[in-house]
């Protein structure tokens, strides 16, 4: 096969301001740490990194687990990571659904030979409590599993009833926390959760690419208690603990420049301090609210239950959801989410997690998406960057 090679253009995507579901905007040092030479994965310089980056993690995760580490795939990599290691065939597992990545969840307990207890609740809404407790009335799982910040409908999941209800049940609990971990409170110990998923490229602020994770000691003990080995030999955590353990026993070529950038997104988060940082989030998603709600639009989840990472904003009736998308991207560089599976056509998915996470950005998007909404002949109030304002002066 013949090229020519003035076909391939440099690599130039040009500025954007990343406020979809994810990834979020990288900080300039994490891509200068992840531009550092690349050494050997068993050098002792990178074994020094891993060491650092594991303590991190377990900053982050608000967590003492020894087996935290990041396992080297995306979030989703995270998900099946977790669900291989603790799930073998024939033992129950329930899934609350009420959004995309729960439902994705029950199809990887299918594949590993799970029996499924599905609680299923509304898209939008978080899942009742009482719901979980009546489905595993009688019986027996081995696992709860459940999204804490669900990305698909920007739903923010209380974890405290489930984990009690768990516990009772003599169960694991399993949580996604792919769009909370880094922006909001996830209480890995306090709550009582067993193992924890996320991904590094949203409220983390690091190029997509690693999963951290974090198994606690009863996770451990059902992971060395398994009657049939794990499936995966990619994503053992057996073997893996033991890479990324004192033995660092061989099991694959980690991506030393992603574990770089990875140990640098981590420092800028310990330098800012988790609660500065939560507060950071969560005064940004009060003031997108303000203004959103004050041009006459309306948020999709309940106050109560909103992620301030994640914020679903329904679509107008007879607004053409792609062209307000294209036009922020083309006329202001902003990038923003439409909707997964049922919902597509009906929000817009916008996030304020990490670095994109700033009063700069939410009122750019404001004053975007209302330019945009008043040229296509759509009536919405003024006072949106007014709104905001008074949110950021109170504060």
Not at 37 to 57: A, K, N, R
Not at 330 to 354: H, P, S
Request: with cysteine; glycine share 10%.
């Amino acid at each position: 096969m013949d090229i020519d090679i003035h076909d391939f253009r440099d690599i130039d995507p040009g500025d954007r301001v990343l406020m979809g579901p994810g990834p979020s905007n990288v900080p300039a040092r994490v891509i200068q740490a992840m531009s550092a030479p690349c050494v050997g994965h068993l050098d002792p310089y990178f074994l020094s990194v891993m060491d650092e980056t594991q303590s991190l993690l377990r900053f982050l995760f608000q967590t003492d687990n020894p087996l935290t580490i990041p396992v080297s795939g995306t979030g989703s990599a995270g998900m099946e990571t977790c669900f291989v290691n603790l799930v073998e065939p024939g033992e129950e597992v329930v899934v609350g659904i009420n959004g995309f990545f729960g439902t994705r969840m029950t199809d990887i307990v299918r594949r590993v030979g799970g029996q499924l207890i599905r609680v299923d609740g509304e898209w939008g809404r978080a899942i009742d409590p009482e719901a979980v407790r009546r489905a595993v009335q009688g019986r027996s799982p081995k696992l709860f599993a459940f999204v804490h910040a669900e990305t698909s409908t920007g739903v923010c999941q209380p974890l405290e009833d489930i984990a009690s209800i768990a516990h009772e049940s003599g169960a694991l609990l399993l949580v996604d926390m792919v769009t909370s971990l880094g922006g909001m409170e996830v209480g890995v110990d306090s709550i009582g959760i067993d193992a924890a998923y996320s991904g590094t490229q949203k409220c983390i602020s690091c190029p997509p690419g690693l999963a951290p994770i974090s198994f606690s000691p009863a996770a451990v003990k059902a992971l060395d208690s398994r009657k049939n080995p794990v499936a995966s030999l990619y994503l053992d955590m057996s073997m893996l603990r033991s890479y990324w353990g004192p033995e660092r026993k061989y099991h694959h070529t980690a991506p030393i420049n992603m574990v770089y950038a990875l140990r640098e997104a981590l420092r800028i988060v310990a330098e800012e301090g988790l609660e500065e940082r939560f507060a950071r989030h969560h005064l940004n998603h009060k003031a997108l609210v303000a203004g959103i709600e004050a041009m006459g639009l309306a948020m999709f989840v309940p106050e109560p239950e909103r992620l301030p990472t994640l914020n679903a904003i329904r679509i107008p009736d007879g607004v053409d959801d792609m062209k307000v998308r294209k036009a922020l991207l083309n006329d202001f560089g902003i990038e923003v989410g439409g909707a997964l599976g049922d919902l597509k056509g009906q929000i817009w998915r916008v996030g304020l997690m990490g670095h994109s996470s700033c009063r700069k950005n939410v009122f750019t998007f404001l004053s975007g998406l209302e330019s945009i909404l008043r040229s296509q002949g759509v009536k919405v109030r003024a006072g949106a960057l007014e709104a905001a304002s008074a949110v950021y002066a109170e504060a």
